[in-house]
């Protein structure tokens, strides 16, 4: 069985790295091999001569195969802005993603592909999450950071994701901000009006355990989308 899934979010800094990062250990927790990939990543550092991204260096430490730094994530820029700015004169190939997609798929049983910034951020001119998502033709797991606003910001997403045609395997809820009233009855509100399974609640943290991050999660359903099927 193989499996995919796009990870997108309501807006940057909500949460998906960390949401990623804990999908990979459930599903290894599963006895399943996992890989991730960030396509395009911004606000990336000179490591060992290339520039690299903290996020994607997460998921090269927790894949369960070793892999090349640029297997995880092609593009990867230096300035802190959105990608279609950051990348300059570089040609971000929608080919060269999808190519690498497909090369990280006969490695593990399922790849995480997480995007930048929120469903519609554009990664190039040309180019944004959701054409990612669409070309890579993966269900979409939505990551919704709980803080003011985000009621709006979970809704629109979903319905431009189902505008998009693609399946929604579920919802990640990421508790961003410690103090923020009301936390438990917007997180009922959108589990009543979000149309898809809520996958797992991530409470707050200042510092990660994934370890205790993917025992708050539960994809039930998993199997569903293997892309040797139809879904």
Same mark, same amino acid.
Request: aromatic share 8%; with cysteine; net charge negative.
């Given at each position: 069985?193989?499996?995919?899934?796009?990870?997108?979010?309501?807006?940057?800094?909500?949460?998906?790295?960390?949401?990623?990062?804990?999908?990979?250990?459930?599903?290894?927790?599963?006895?399943?091999?996992?890989?991730?990939?960030?396509?395009?990543?911004?606000?990336?550092?000179?490591?060992?001569?290339?520039?690299?991204? =903290?996020?994607?260096?997460?998921?090269?430490?927790?894949?369960?195969? =070793?892999?090349?730094?640029?297997?995880?994530?092609?593009?990867?820029?230096?300035?802190?802005?959105? #990608?279609?700015?950051?990348?300059?004169?570089? *040609?971000? =190939?929608?080919?060269?993603?999808?190519?690498?997609?497909?090369?990280?798929?006969?490695?593990?049983?399922?790849?995480?592909? *997480?995007? &930048?910034?929120? !469903?519609?951020? #554009?990664?190039?001119?040309?180019?944004?999450?959701?054409?990612?998502?669409?070309?890579?033709?993966?269900?979409?797991?939505?990551?919704?950071?709980?803080?003011?606003?985000?009621?709006?910001?979970?809704?629109?997403?979903? =319905?431009?994701?189902?505008?998009?045609?693609?399946?929604?395997?579920?919802?990640?809820?990421?508790?961003?901000?410690?103090?923020?009233?009301?936390?438990?009855?917007?997180? &009922?509100?959108?589990?009543?009006?979000?149309? &898809?399974?809520?996958?797992?609640?991530?409470?707050?943290?200042?510092?990660?355990?994934? *370890?205790?991050?993917?025992?708050?999660?539960?994809?039930?359903? !998993?199997?569903?989308?293997?892309?040797?099927?139809?879904?």
């Amino acid at each position: 069985m193989k499996a995919g899934f796009f990870i997108t979010g309501t807006d940057t800094d909500v949460g998906k790295t960390w949401t990623t990062i804990a999908l990979m250990r459930w599903f290894q927790m599963q006895g399943l091999t996992v890989v991730g990939m960030k396509p395009v990543a911004a606000g990336c550092e000179f490591q060992q001569g290339m520039l690299k991204n =903290s996020d994607a260096l997460l998921m090269q430490h927790y894949a369960s195969v =070793s892999l090349e730094y640029a297997q995880i994530n092609p593009y990867a820029f230096a300035a802190a802005v959105s #990608p279609h700015v950051a990348r300059g004169d570089v *040609e971000v =190939s929608l080919t060269h993603i999808v190519d690498g997609f497909i090369d990280l798929q006969s490695l593990a049983d399922v790849v995480l592909v *997480e995007g &930048a910034g929120g !469903w519609y951020s #554009p990664l190039s001119d040309v180019l944004d999450n959701a054409g990612l998502a669409q070309a890579m033709d993966l269900p979409v797991i939505l990551v919704v950071g709980i803080r003011l606003g985000c009621i709006n910001h979970a809704r629109l997403t979903m =319905s431009a994701i189902r505008q998009t045609g693609l399946s929604c395997a579920g919802w990640v809820a990421v508790q961003i901000d410690l103090m923020m009233p009301g936390f438990d009855g917007n997180l &009922a509100f959108l589990h009543e009006v979000l149309d &898809a399974p809520l996958l797992g609640v991530l409470p707050y943290s200042a510092n990660a355990d994934f *370890e205790i991050l993917a025992t708050k999660l539960c994809l039930a359903n !998993w199997q569903k989308f293997d892309l040797h099927q139809e879904n």
